[in-house]
């Protein structure tokens, strides 16, 4: 269902943060698969915040201070404003691939000089897609056109949690 856009407008805030709510009532939800990309909004859609999941409700993700941590999915959350938790998927399943989880996971406990715009989550994400973490993925717009490339994700379902 969700299929990626890039985001220019002034209302694309308010268009994710309704795409949010409509995602959690009406639209089939997704376990998600080792290696799946995921994403939640953060400040009402403002910004968002990406990592892999790595199975057993554990996703891989590079935190605010350059950090790369396994949380579990409800500590990936805490602390915004998101409703749920999106998942690559394409035709109504998720879509993950076990190199890009063991990618992830080797990168557990390592720091990057985190910055919020020249070297984030996405970028981190992106390269456990690639191998390539030095990539200028740094938006989610972009790490979506990696994710549809990688993965062949053309759509983002809630996940079933």
């Known amino acids: 269902m969700f299929k990626k856009r890039l985001k220019f407008s002034g209302i694309g805030h308010v268009y994710n943060f309704s795409e949010s709510f409509v995602g959690n009532v009406f639209i089939d939800k997704v376990k998600p698969k080792k290696g799946s990309v995921v994403y939640?909004?953060?400040?009402?859609?403002?910004?968002?915040?990406?990592?892999?999941?790595?199975?057993?409700?554990k996703i891989v993700h590079l935190n605010s201070r350059g950090n790369i941590e396994i949380v579990s999915a409800s500590e990936f959350i805490e602390g915004t404003t998101a409703l749920s938790i999106y998942v690559s998927s394409?035709?109504?399943?998720?879509?993950?691939?076990?190199?890009v989880c063991r990618r992830a996971l080797r990168m557990v406990g390592k720091c990057r000089d985190y910055n919020v715009i020249l070297d984030n989550c996405h970028q981190f994400t992106s390269g456990c897609l690639t191998g390539n973490f030095e990539n200028s993925d740094n938006f989610l717009w972009m790490l979506k056109d990696t994710t549809e490339k990688i993965l062949g994700s053309d759509e983002w379902r809630v996940w079933e949690r």
């Open 90 to 99: 394409s035709n109504g399943k998720s879509d993950g691939s076990e190199p």
């Open 40 to 57: 939640c909004d953060l400040a009402f859609g403002y910004a968002e915040h990406s990592g892999i999941y790595v199975g057993n409700n």
